[in-house]
């Protein structure tokens, strides 16, 4: 029975290992979703908002009030009192509208974060179907050059070509295999790299359902330009700092309002006059030289300087939107064009080179000109579909807001 249990423990751990190892499918929304929900730099970003919340109630706290005790050889001879400070001018009002300022800058900082993680998620996919792409070119590129190495040799052994042509056959074999073994491990490199963004254990392998092959939708210049006046990160903080700015020069004018400080308290013990005696007072700073003068006019100058901060980013923001729009526009008419085009010229060079060397028409050189062409042809095609991609994915950035 002991034996037993050791076995059925060992095979359950085994199950568990294989269903680990086995990779699960994953589309690009759902890589996105959870890199937005488990992402590590994003879970610390966002604690910061609790930072924020905190600063809006150090903000509202009010001032506490005084207790004083005094014992004099003069009369009275012991007396107590509290001075009690009272804001006036709506300055805990003004103090916790800045710090809620304050505290939705912080938002747009997470927002920018996450729209930072999301473009990086992408380019992480991408990659990584990019670089099964390649893995599976170099593979193809082994049994293309098995085939030529089998066919040189059936030539060789009918005496119609030197054994020199096997010895190149085998060679470019060789080199085949070793790029494909290098193709594998960079195809790892890529899905650590994913794995770190999603915070997944370092052997979650993905089964990627979005192919690299699906370009996104192209959308209206118009529209994109619309939406990063809304959402663009650089605008939306320029616009958040104003709101700051105008809610610290409304806490400077309140701060010209002196505060008053009441004092209440009772004096006794004085044996010609009272034995008891009530105590007030009423305080007021004068606000003769120091009115706030010099910080008013300082935020004044500040608004001024970020209206025009706001302009030129506003601009700078639409020229690079149109960049990105056509960097965008550029990249997928090269993908179309290696797809409809280069792509089946290659292979149909390859395998008409094939046939005219199994033929005895054409030397291997020739053979091996056009597979080199026809790998070429393909890693540019795949490297072109990354970058439509990946100028995707700026273009979004740019613009500030999720596009598909």
Known sequence: MKYIGILVLV???ALATAAQQQPQK????????MANRQNLDLIAARAQRAVAAAGVKIAGQRPNPTGNFTALRDDPHEGWWFDIPLELGSKRGRRIDLARAQGVLTDDDVAALERLTRQNVRDAFFGLALARGVTAAKDDAVNLAKRLR?????????GDVPQL???QADLVLSQAQADYQVAQQDEKVALSVLDALLNEPPATNWDLITPLEELPAEPALNDLLTRAANSNYDLQRITQQEKIEQSQRALYQADRIPNLTVSLGMDYNSPHNFRYGPRSQVSMEVPIFMRYQGEIAQSDASLVALEDQATATRRAVEGHVESAFLQLDSREAQARLYKDSLMPAADKLEGMAEESYKAGKANILSVLDAQKNVQAVREQYLQSLLAVQQAFAQLEATVGTPLD
């Not at 994953?26 to 979703?33: D, G, I, N």
């Open 150 to 158: 089998d066919i040189a040799q059936q030539r060789y052994e009918t």
């Open 11 to 13: 095979c359950a751990t």
């Open 165 to 167: 042509e096997v010895f």
């Open 26 to 33: 994953l589309t690009l929304a759902q890589a996105l979703e």
